[in-house]
């Protein structure tokens, strides 16, 4: 008798067993067909050597105590973005996402008749220097920072797997500098770059070294912004798969021939001045650290910076700024309200607009990005008025992120841990 059960228990086993593996193939085959991988890889732009862009050599030099060998840091970046194209070739980042419907899109192209123009007639001062561009509604002649613009919908910046962002990187890095003159507001030097197509980038210029930490005694509002911080966000947040931060690149720009000689911002002109050793250096005018003490110097007149692409004009869509419920006191002895009251999120989640819809897990998104980059400087965020509150938060400004790799700021996450 035990031995008939024995053999009775083995063939519904045996059974059972056959039956898992037949579903497990079954849910494969189902996964394969709903979601098939038919997008076709981005192809991105390999650096050239005589682009500006910053290349193996380059890096090796920026850096004040990277690595003393060349061809190795060129080994180690080539490494790099080796990993990061495998990540993107991953089934979770290549499958094909929907086209958003035009009421969730920020920008629609207005057709109109085109205007008749001689070959004789003059050309105004603000198309001086610039490139011949087709304003038509054929998106396949828009530069590629207009098709960006036209690709920010309700959700976010660029699509999941974007044709043009190959492009508006190579723009970013490479495209011939006709304007460049300083951003107004801030605590530090930020100028407004123009290209020959019209577009524009925000530069962040290099004020310390890549491998410089914050310093152990600096409060979080004292720190430097640094260029490479902007760069590092820009690829976290894609990673994280967000796609709110506008693509950012960084970029070796000639100081004299990119910034002075093209300036049309006298205050900034006047700023100038040739450093003890040769370099070229200049300050500009902003809140904090804009003195001869603190300028930004070429080397002796190439100057790393980053450059941001910059979102639509307001006066085409406007923006909001909202307050940051858990934005620190900027204080040395004083503390946030968020700090003393663990059931602070109570009251958040009774007020507008965090009581309805994703906003709240929106700002709880931003938060996880900012205790992944450690970014203690998050006062207040962006969204695009149009959508209201149905929308994304704009992760700009991150510029004080990744001061010291080796500590983690817990008390980033506290609006994880109050509301969850």
């Known amino acids: 008798m035990r031995a008939c059960r024995c053999r009775r228990w083995k063939g519904v086993c045996a059974l059972m067993l056959c039956l898992m593996l037949a579903l497990h193939m079954l849910v494969i085959v189902l996964v394969l067909w709903m979601f098939p991988s038919t997008c076709e890889p981005v192809e991105w732009p390999q650096p050239q050597p005589q682009n500006r862009n910053l290349t193996s050599e380059s890096l090796a030099r920026s850096g004040s105590s990277g690595m003393a060998n060349p061809a190795r840091q060129g080994l180690v970046r080539a490494a790099d973005l080796a990993k990061l194209r495998a990540l993107f070739s991953h089934a979770l980042y290549t499958q094909c996402s929907l086209s958003s419907p035009d009421d969730d899109m920020l920008l629609r192209v207005r057709t109109q008749k085109a205007e008749q123009y001689d070959d004789d007639q003059w050309v105004s001062n603000s198309k001086e220097g610039h490139d011949p561009i087709q304003w038509n509604s054929s998106t396949e002649t828009h530069p590629p920072w207009l098709r960006f613009h036209l690709g920010i919908s309700r959700w976010q910046l660029y699509q999941h797997r974007d044709a043009n962002l190959p492009a508006l990187v190579e723009q970013l890095s490479s495209h011939r500098i006709i304007s460049a003159v300083q951003k107004s507001g801030g605590t530090q030097l930020k100028l407004v770059i123009t290209f020959s197509n019209y577009g524009q980038a925000l530069f962040k210029p290099m004020k310390q070294g890549r491998y410089d930490e914050t310093n152990v005694n600096l409060y979080y509002f004292s720190d430097f912004e640094r260029h490479n911080a902007e760069i590092a966000a820009f690829h976290l947040d894609r990673i994280l798969g967000f796609r709110r931060v506008p693509p950012v690149v960084g970029r070796l720009v000639n100081v004299i021939k990119e910034i002075k000689d093209i300036t049309t911002d006298h205050k900034l002109a006047r700023t100038f001045f040739n450093s003890p050793v040769g370099n070229t250096c200049f300050y500009g005018q902003c809140s904090y650290y804009c003195s001869t003490e603190h300028a930004v110097c070429g080397r002796p007149r190439a100057l790393e910076g980053s450059l941001a692409a910059m979102l639509p004009d307001l006066s085409l869509a406007p923006r909001r700024t909202w307050r940051n419920p858990w934005r620190r006191s900027y204080s040395r002895s004083k503390l946030a309200l968020w700090e003393q009251t663990p059931s602070y999120c109570d009251a958040v989640k009774k007020t507008s607009p ?67």
């Open 354 to 420: 965090y009581d309805r819809g994703t906003r709240l897990v929106d700002l709880i998104d931003m938060t996880i990005l900012d205790f992944l980059q450690s970014n203690m400087d998050r006062h207040h965020y962006e969204t695009f008025e149009i959508f209201g509150n149905n929308t994304f938060l704009l992760h700009l400004d991150n510029g004080r992120a990744f001061g010291r790799h080796s500590k983690d700021e817990p008390s980033i996450l506290t609006p994880l841990v109050q509301c969850c």
